[in-house]
């Protein structure tokens, strides 16, 4: 069975994209910033700022996706393009092994994200997956 990368691009939007809404949930106080990023927000400013640098960051990975898909015309060169994305997959093993250290049960089970992430990203940028 041979991997449809066009599928695991779409899944990485959409996951991103509900990532962002999350994000968004926070910032409008639907949720608690205390049970995200790691329990570590100690204030309304921090969560601001850290909120906000998530939704860019999301934003940014979105659009790489969209490139790398084809779905939108490049900004980068395929091999710029195939770099980033290299650098959002160490990001989300990292982010998989802090979420597996978080304080809150809640943000644990974010790994199980993360490491999805980290997974689609490996098949969609490793040679052989194409």
Sequence with gaps: MKFNISIALKLL?????LGILFQ???LFNCIPYDI?????????????IFV???ILINSFFIFILLQKGEFINS?????????????FFGLFILNTIGN???KTYFEKGFALITGLYSFLLW???WPLGK
């Design 13 to 17: 939007v959409l996951i991103s994209f």
């Design 24 to 26: 968004f949930l926070i």
């Design 36 to 48: 995200t990023w790691g329990g570590r927000l100690k204030s309304d400013e921090q969560m601001y």
């Design 52 to 54: 906000s640098l998530g």
């Design 75 to 87: 900004l980068f060169t395929e091999k710029i393009t195939t770099i980033i994305l290299w650098g």
């Design 100 to 102: 597996l250290f978080a």
């Design 123 to 125: 098949k969609v940028n």
